[in-house]
C-alpha cells in the first residue's frame, strides 16, 4: 500500500532554512508525478513545487528561486528545501502523489502524508 510520511517541519525566523522529507512506498517510483503542498490558515490548499516522472520539477511563482524539489529514489525520498524562508510560507506542507503527469491541482492527487508545520517568524 502507499504510505506517504513527512517529516523536517518546525519553527523558524526569517531567512532560515528548512529541509522537509516525505518517506514515500508502495509505488514505482518512475511512473509518478510527486508533489509539495502548502495550506495556511484560512487559504486554500497550494501547490508550491512539483517533480514528474521525467525529472523534470516546476515551482510556483512564490517560491521560485527559493524553494528545491528533489529525489531520492534510493532512499525512497522526497525532499523539499527550503531557503531564505519567509513568515507568508508559514503552513501546513504535505507531499502528495498522483499517476502518470503533473498537474498543479490538489484534487489530482491520490495520496497525501500527513503534513508537518512550518511556521516563520519575523
Known amino acids: 500500500q502507499v504510505q506517504l510520511v513527512e517529516s523536517g517541519g518546525g519553527s523558524v525566523q526569517a531567512g532560515g532554512s528548512l529541509r522537509l522529507s516525505c518517506a514515500a512506498s508502495g509505488f514505482i517510483w518512475t511512473r509518478v508525478c510527486m508533489a509539495w503542498f502548502r495550506q495556511a490558515p484560512g487559504q486554500e490548499r497550494e501547490a508550491v513545487a512539483l517533480s514528474a516522472r521525467d525529472g523534470n520539477t516546476l515551482y510556483a511563482a512564490s517560491v521560485k528561486g527559493r524553494f528545491t524539489i528533489s529525489r531520492d529514489i534510493g532512499k525512497n525520498t522526497l525532499y523539499l528545501q527550503m531557503d531564505s524562508l519567509k513568515p507568508e510560507d508559514t503552513a501546513m506542507y504535505s507531499c502528495?502523489?498522483?499517476?502518470?503527469?503533473?498537474?498543479?491541482?490538489?484534487?489530482?492527487?491520490?495520496?497525501w502524508g500527513q503534513g508537518t508545520q512550518v511556521t516563520v517568524s519575523s
Open positions: 502528495a502523489m498522483k499517476e502518470s503527469s503533473c498537474y498543479w491541482t490538489s484534487r489530482s492527487y491520490n495520496f
